[in-house]
């Protein structure tokens, strides 16, 4: 996954993050551009999962 991946498809995944796992707040969900790393680490700590967990999930849900 790229920058300008997770930039464009963002709304629809935070979306279904927000469904899977209704403990994530806005805030957890904030995407900046730039700070990609800061993201994926409060969605480790958030759901438990390692990056590439995510980054899986993430590709199988743009299918």
């Known amino acids: ?6 930039k464009g498809n963002w709304n629809e995944l ?7 796992y209704a403990d994530l707040t806005d805030d957890d969900l904030l995407y900046e551009e730039g700070k990609e ?7 480790q700590q958030k759901i438990g999962q390692t990056k590439e967990q995510i980054t899986k999930w993430y590709n199988e849900e743009l299918k």
């Open 14 to 20: 935070k979306g279904k993050l927000k469904q899977k």
């Open 37 to 43: 790393d800061e993201l994926f680490g409060r969605l």
């Open 1 to 6: 996954m790229n920058t300008t991946e997770l």
